[in-house]
């Protein structure tokens, strides 16, 4: 087992990478406060991992939930239903919640835990690579609405991440993929040397070498912890870890939540910023092929969908955190591995990035 540190002051806390670690009584009860533990899971995940997890909290009273699966509800209603779970068990201010799942349970579990009695704890037990590499590190909770994705939320850190990285062997190959996506968002923000690395090593993390999936967990952790170290709230360098994500978010949205999953969408979206990019004369057409090459053979989409028009991308777009009086500020590329936020690019040369990386058919997406 490896542990990271995101270093947060009082709020710091580890980042457990391993195999075997859901029964881990010795790494979790740091992390608890008071007697009463409720694990929030989904009904995907809990027949597979939740009484392995239970056998760690057999000192508390520990409760669990149930959700239903799926990105569609991660809204308003599904967090009610935790609420209700916590009321009717008479959970004190004093509990401790725990997300047993993907990003979607890892989120709602952790706004839950902003809100219920004004904050409790949680702990973060993620199950996709996806939640493993960016989702359970950092801090960020929340649900979507009909009209934006993620628009509802609060910054709430956990107390502990353990990522088992047994429990990948589980989830399916497009799952897999799409957290990949969030894997090159890495090495493309800020370490072309990691991109290298993927480059080279892309067809043993398809075919899930153990070594090598725990080799790209830790890189990404150990990004993600830096970047939220040195600014938590967003006030600046964590703008960057949205790099694919305008695009992505209004894809996400645009096609109804649970469609498109998130990575495949900030997939499309990392090339669509690649290609604006090399519009505005910072990256090259051979930078743009390095990323195309990449997410494809990540089996991810390099297409958004074709009813994915420009007039939609900018209506969804304007709804997004990165917006500023207005404007739509973007994560584009400087150089690969130089990533930079800005709202100074041309919007006729937005408008053709747009158009040409629309798919001509329904098929092709
Ligand atoms: P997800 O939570 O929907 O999980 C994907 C699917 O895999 C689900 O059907 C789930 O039930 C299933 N699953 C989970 N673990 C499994 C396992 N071990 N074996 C088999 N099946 C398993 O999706 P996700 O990709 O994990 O997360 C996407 C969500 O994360 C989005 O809502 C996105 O907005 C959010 N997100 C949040 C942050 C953040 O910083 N908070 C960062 C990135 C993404
Ligand atoms: N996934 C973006 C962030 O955590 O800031």
């Known amino acids: 087992m490896k542990t990271l540190h995101l270093d947060l002051g009082e ?3 580890p980042i457990h990478i391993g195999r075997d670690l859901l029964g881990r009584n010795d790494l979790i009860a740091p992390a608890v406060s008071g007697t009463q533990v409720m694990i929030v899971s989904n009904e995907t995940v809990a027949p597979l991992y939740l009484a392995k997890t239970q056998a760690a909290f057999s000192d508390y009273q520990c409760e669990s939930v149930i959700l239903p699966d799926g990105e569609q509800y991660k809204n308003l209603p599904t967090l009610d239903s935790i609420f209700e779970t916590l009321l009717s068990h008479h959970f004190d201010r004093h509990c401790t919640l725990v997300a047993l799942g993907g990003g979607v349970v890892g989120d709602m579990t952790g706004f839950a ?4 009695q004004r904050g409790v704890p949680f702990i973060q037990i993620p199950t996709t690579l996806l939640a493993q590499v960016d989702s359970s590190v950092g801090g960020k909770t929340g649900v979507n609405h009909p009209l934006g994705k993620n628009m509802i939320g609060a910054f709430h850190q956990p107390r502990a991440v353990i990522i088992d990285t047994d429990t990948l062997n589980t989830l399916d190959d497009r799952q897999l ?3 990949l996506a ?4 890495y090495g493309l923000i800020q370490k072309d040397d990691f991109s290298c690395w993927l480059e080279q090593n892309m067809d043993k993390l398809l075919a899930r070498d153990p070594d090598y999936i725990a080799e790209a967990i830790e890189t990404s952790c150990q990004c993600k912890a830096d970047v939220v170290a040195a600014d938590e709230k967003e006030a600046g360098v964590r703008a960057l870890l949205n790099l694919g994500h305008t695009f992505g978010h209004a894809i996400e949205t645009g096609t109804g939540y649970g469609n498109w999953l ?3 969408a900030v997939a499309v979206g990392m090339l669509m910023a690649a290609d604006l990019s090399m519009r505005e004369g910072w990256l090259t057409p051979n930078d743009v092929k390095r990323v195309e090459d990449l997410i494809d053979r990540a089996n991810l989409p390099t297409r958004a969908p ?3 028009h420009y007039k939609r991308f900018m209506e969804l777009m304007a709804v997004d955190k990165k917006v500023r009086a207005g404007k739509i500020n973007l994560v584009l590329y400087r150089a690969l591995g130089d990533a930079f936020v800005t709202d100074e690019f041309d919007p006729a040369k937005l408008e053709q990035t747009i158009e040409a990386h ?8």
């Open 177 to 179: 993929s799409a957290g």
């Open 358 to 365: 629309r798919a001509i058919s329904n098929d092709q997406e």
């Open 262 to 264: 998130h990575g495949e």
């Open 182 to 185: 969030e894997v090159i968002k």
């Open 113 to 116: 835990a902003a809100c219920y």
């Open 11 to 13: 709020r710091s806390y």
């Open 306 to 308: 074709a009813s994915m």
